[in-house]
């Protein structure tokens, strides 16, 4: 069955970078798209990132633009996100996600990587 | 930007009660793509419909979609004692955004 595993997660201060990974198994990943949504503590949920399956296509919320990168390996079955320039609003769980409709439609999550910005 | 707005904020109802559940878009949803998710506590969303209508693979038939345009809404015919969550919708016509939720809790 589909399992994504995100790693990455922790405590960072303003103004630094971190990087999550998400471990894929139990599907064909070269297939799919699949994507990175957060929600803050006590919030609701935000898109953050989207990647085609072969990295010709990646979109990013405005809010995260120009400061984190989407990437993948599909050799490795690996979704990555590059963050930097983190700020206290960027503190959430972070939910690896994989996409069915080349539009941002997500059928199966992991269950999250918590990133905290604090100083 | 999209903005989806769901009502209420909060439903209080008894299990085998019936939940309707809205979600409003600020302009119309392109190809009424509309999916909606449930949240438990600690845990991951799970797609619940997408498409406006069409049921996810393995969820049960008392989860129903209707509605296009900017009017949408998620039906759970009679309720169940693991029903009790938070529900999201999502709009994924024109980039994406989610709606705030709606808090579905026992009476």
């Known amino acids: 069955q589909v399992h994504l595993v995100e790693s990455g997660g922790g405590l960072v201060k303003p103004g630094g970078s971190l990087r999550l990974s998400c471990a894929a198994s139990?599907?064909?990943?070269?297939?799919?798209?699949m994507g990175w949504i957060r929600q803050a503590p006590g919030k609701g949920l935000e898109w953050v990132s989207y990647?085609?399956?072969?990295?010709?296509?990646?979109f990013y919320a405005d809010s995260v633009k120009g400061r984190f990168t989407i990437s993948r390996d599909n050799a490795k079955n690996s979704l990555f996100l590059q963050m930097n320039s983190l700020t206290a609003d960027d503190t959430a769980v972070y939910f690896c996600?994989?996409?069915?409709?080349?539009?941002?439609?997500?059928?199966?999550w992991g269950q999250g990587t918590l990133v905290t910005v604090s100083s | 930007e999209i903005v989806l707005t769901q009502s209420p904020g909060t439903l209080s109802l008894s299990p085998g009660e019936r939940a309707t559940l809205s979600c409003r878009a600020s302009q119309s949803v392109s190809g009424d793509y509309l999916a909606w998710y449930q949240q438990k506590p600690g845990q991951a969303p799970r797609l619940l419909i997408y498409g406006a209508t069409s049921r996810a693979i393995g969820i049960p038939d008392r989860f129903s979609g209707s509605g296009s345009g900017t009017d949408f809404t998620l039906t759970i015919s009679r309720l169940e004692p693991e029903d009790f969550a938070v529900y999201y919708c999502q709009q994924y016509g024109t980039s994406l955004t989610f709606g705030g939720g709606t808090k579905v809790e026992i009476k």
């Open positions: 990647i085609s399956s072969s990295s010709n296509f990646i």
């Open positions: 996600a994989r996409e069915i409709a080349a539009a941002g439609l997500f059928d199966y």
């Open positions: 139990g599907f064909t990943f070269s297939d799919y798209y």
